[in-house]
């Protein structure tokens, strides 16, 4: 601000009256992470019929900042560091129930350490954050108990996160449920339960859950016909690619199980953002 305006303007500036709003016209919410703006900005973009970029490439988040008359009915946090604290702190706490069915693991935290979580978001600071959040965050360490996951979930935190080796019990396919959201192009937020085995034992994964919810968007791949002696080896039919999932910047491959998007692509608050955008064909 002090780029813009002189000393005298800077001074009657109030920073609770500020808000942010994005080219299309569309209100920045002050408590969501700004991967999840991001990504929902990418899908919102989708909606264009003119729109020729695909998923993948870079578009610009462009910005409007308002000095004054925030829509505070609409933006439903007031712009303070304080008020996005404890929509953050809330968003763990919540978060730590539906991975465990308790919020003992955040709650059993010293204060200290809770507030050092939020001063490590606040200052850029990864390992302040991590070295408290590594022990609320689950593992992708597999369970002995359930089928192994493929190689791609094989992967686990850093060794300094974990310096008395890791638990079974804290790993990603043991939790009740994996906290998830999709976000739908100007559309609602979808939360269900999502456990991270399926009833047979096999992992829960990303293609079955968005056919479960969004069977319009993302159809059951039919099964191919019978073989016969013109095709001896049929193939299932082709099903058109009608929308796609972004994930903290990334199209998410259908085959990527649930728990390990919990464990590894999980936002600072614990959440998995999943955002839905359409292809333009």
């Not at 709003?21 to 919102?44: C, K, Q």
């Not at 973009?45 to 308002?66: F, I, N």
């Not at 129930?97 to 709650?107: E, S």
Request: hydrophobic share 35%; charged share 20%; aromatic share 8%.
């Amino acid at each position: 601000m002090d780029l813009v305006f002189d000393e005298t303007a800077v001074k009657d500036l109030k920073d609770d009256e500020w808000w942010f709003e994005t080219a299309e016209g569309r209100l920045v919410r002050w408590h969501w992470p700004i991967g999840l703006i991001y990504d929902n900005h990418i899908i919102s973009t989708s909606l264009k019929p003119s729109s020729s970029r695909a998923a993948s490439t870079a578009t610009p988040l462009r910005l409007t900042l308002h000095l004054a008359s925030p829509p505070n009915d609409k933006l439903l946090l007031s712009p303070s560091p304080e008020a996005c604290k404890q929509a953050f702190m809330g968003q763990l706490k919540e978060a730590d129930f539906i991975r465990w069915g308790n919020t003992k693991r955040m709650t059993g935290l010293r204060q200290q350490d809770q507030d050092g979580m939020w001063e490590g978001i606040k200052e850029h600071n990864f390992d302040e954050y991590w070295r408290v959040a590594s022990k609320v965050t689950p593992m992708t360490t597999p369970s002995h108990t359930g089928p192994p996951p493929s190689s791609a979930s094989m992967h686990t935190r850093p060794p300094s996160a974990d310096p008395g080796g890791p638990s079974d019990r804290d790993g990603g396919y043991n939790v009740r449920s994996v906290p998830v959201r999709i976000y739908l192009p100007d559309g609602p937020v979808i939360q269900e339960l999502v456990p991270p085995l399926l009833e047979d034992g096999i992992p829960h994964t990303l293609s079955h859950y968005l056919t479960s919810h969004l069977p319009l968007l993302f159809p059951t791949q039919p099964p191919a016909p019978p073989p016969s002696r013109s095709n001896p080896n049929p193939r299932p039919p082709t099903i058109p690619q009608l929308a796609y999932a972004l994930v903290q910047g990334i199209i998410a491959p259908h085959e990527s199980e649930m728990a390990w998007l919990g464990a590894c692509l999980a936002g600072a608050d614990g959440w998995v953002n999943i955002c839905v955008g359409l292809h333009n064909t």
